[in-house]
């Protein structure tokens, strides 16, 4: 299993010809089975970070590795889940999930019995040979975990995979992405600006500074979640009413809250 | 735009409009305002066109004209179709292929499908080949122009997905861009069949000895102006079938969700 490291990553874009600096030194290591909240301000280069793991972009400078090798394009061992979903709306809700595995050239009997499992673990029985816009937002980014969970990936990605989702089915999402990494921990990488998400979900929170990005603080929630027994709670809100949730939740916010204030001219 | 219309209206005003057309046609060739050996009156052209149904003129009846002209078609379009869509989706992926191929492609496509006549004799005399080159020099460009833009037009998160996923190039342009791409390949598809079409008639005029094209050459010869007319109708409503077929085409590819 991997270890996601950043290495001293600066990343520039280059804009009407001037440099424009959108993360500056970041250093971030994500253990093995690790799951790791980014939280911060938008445009701060959250997403740019989870995309220098995918793959799909490359630092200006430093270094990402993912279990010790350096990360040179996208590929299987990096799952990734978009906000925007991503499912090919031409296949079935079984072929997206399917197309990972075939192109992996898994045995057709095997391929069937994990997406079985996937859909399984993803409750999507039923809507195997559903389309995509026949499905809400929630059923979509299901299909879009599944999709990922079933090429058994060293690594998870997730960009605000909840951000497009409503309100209501945001919290079973969220429910359920603890289940789900209880009963199969994997190493994640996770994009928000929710703070709570962030703290409900992840072992560590990384809060980030406004443009040029920057680490600004990382807090550790996994050892009072493991106190204070957050996991016995099958419910988002009765995790939200906790102290110690509470106390984290506070502290990130004010973090936050100080960049915009601090930085406005 | 102005507000919407019933589909009785629709239909009324189409009506409408092709009875205006056929009634000022009337008017002008039956009244004697243009010499009627210039312009023959549209009943005239009506008989002739039931007769040559039956009647072989130019060693055949106007239907197996028809019949040699949209065979020659159908090859036509179908190998700017083979060829045109499948290297558009891989200059729309592959860079390099994209730079190689696109100068000399914008250099050619300008050239009008007539243009290629004299080669096209040249090289296959009075053959079926000369017809379809000419039919494929119409059809091709359209087919690479537009699966080349669907494919350059696929969302970039799908990519990123379809790439996430270990998809090698292959797959990403059969499953992929392809779908992706059907709308737009569709509309090429309906752009090129109207090209082609255009183009086949032209090239009979020159190079065929049966057909369309080739008929209306002898009825000119023999100065038979309902028969010229005979086959400018049937050209135009063989071109409309044609285009309903691919509309049809259009509107299933719709209905099944394909479009990204």
Redesign the interface.
């Known amino acids: 299993m991997a270890a996601i490291s950043f290495d001293a990553v600066t990343k520039t874009f280059g804009r009407n010809g001037r440099e424009s600096v959108a993360l500056e030194r970041i250093d971030l290591v994500v253990a093995d089975r690790e799951f790791v909240a980014i939280v911060g301000p938008s445009g701060c280069g959250k997403t740019t970070c989870l995309r220098m793991v995918?793959?799909?972009e490359f630092p200006s400078a430093g270094w990402v590795t993912v279990d010790q090798r350096r990360v040179t394009?996208?590929?299987?061992d990096?799952?990734?889940v978009?906000q925007?979903f991503?499912?090919?709306?031409?296949?079935t809700v079984h072929d997206n999930i399917a197309?990972?595995l075939r192109?992996?050239g898994v045995p057709r009997d095997e391929r069937e019995r994990r997406i079985a499992e996937a859909i399984e673990l993803m409750s999507l029985q039923g809507y195997e040979t559903a389309?995509p816009?026949q499905l809400s937002g929630g059923m979509q980014q299901r299909v879009a975990i599944a999709?990922a969970y079933v090429?058994d990936p060293d690594v998870l990605l997730m960009d605000e995979p909840f951000g497009a989702l409503d309100a209501q089915t945001r919290i079973t999402m969220q429910e359920e992405l603890v289940r789900i990494a209880r009963r199969n921990p994997r190493t994640v990488l996770f994009v928000t600006h929710a703070v709570e998400e962030a703290v409900y979900l992840a072992d560590r929170v990384a809060v980030m500074t406004r443009r040029p990005g920057r680490i600004k603080e990382i807090i550790d929630v996994r050892a009072v979640r493991v106190a204070e027994k957050w996991d016995t709670h099958e419910r988002i809100e009765d995790v939200m009413d906790l102290e110690s949730f509470i106390h984290w939740r506070t502290h990130i916010w004010r973090s936050l809250r100080e960049e915009k204030i601090g930085r406005e001219p | 735009m102005t507000a919407r219309l019933t589909r009785a209206e629709t239909v009324l005003y189409g009506v409408a409009g092709l009875a205006a057309f056929l009634g000022v046609w009337s008017a002008l060739s039956l009244s004697g305002a243009v010499p009627h050996q210039f312009l023959p009156a549209p009943h005239e052209v009506a008989a002739r066109f039931v007769q040559l149904a039956t009647t072989p003129f130019a060693g055949a009846t106007l239907g197996a004209h028809l019949a040699s002209s949209a065979l020659r078609f159908a090859y036509g379009f179908l190998l700017g179709a083979a060829i045109g869509i499948p290297l558009g989706l891989l200059m729309g992926w592959f860079r390099v292929l994209d730079e190689i191929v696109s100068p000399a492609f914008d250099a050619l496509r300008f050239i009008a499908p007539i243009a290629w006549v004299p080669f096209a004799a040249l090289w296959f005399g009075t053959g079926i080949g000369g017809p379809i080159m000419i039919i494929f020099a119409g059809a091709f460009p359209p087919c690479l122009i537009n699966a080349y833009r669907g494919a350059r037009h696929v969302s970039r998160p799908l990519i990123e997905a379809a790439e996430m996923l270990g998809t090698g190039h292959l797959r990403i342009i059969v499953e992929v861009l392809l779908p992706a791409s059907t709308a737009s390949i569709v509309a090429g598809l309906r752009v090129a069949a109207g090209l082609g079409w255009q183009s086949l008639i032209g090239a009979e005029l020159i190079v065929a000895s049966t057909g369309v094209g080739f008929m209306m050459v002898q009825a000119q010869l023999n100065i038979s102006t309902t028969t010229v007319m005979s086959a400018m109708v049937a050209i135009g409503m063989v071109g409309f079938l044609i285009d309903v077929a691919l509309r049809g085409l259009e509107a299933a590819v719709r209905r099944r969700g394909l479009v990204a």
Not at chain 1, 73 to 76: E, I, R
Not at chain 1, 86 to 91: G, S, T
Request: aromatic fraction near 20%; charged fraction near 15%; glycine fraction near 16%.
């Open positions: 995918a793959g799909f394009g996208p590929g299987p990096r799952a990734v978009f925007q991503a499912l090919f709306p031409w296949k197309l990972g192109n992996k389309f816009h999709r090429l």
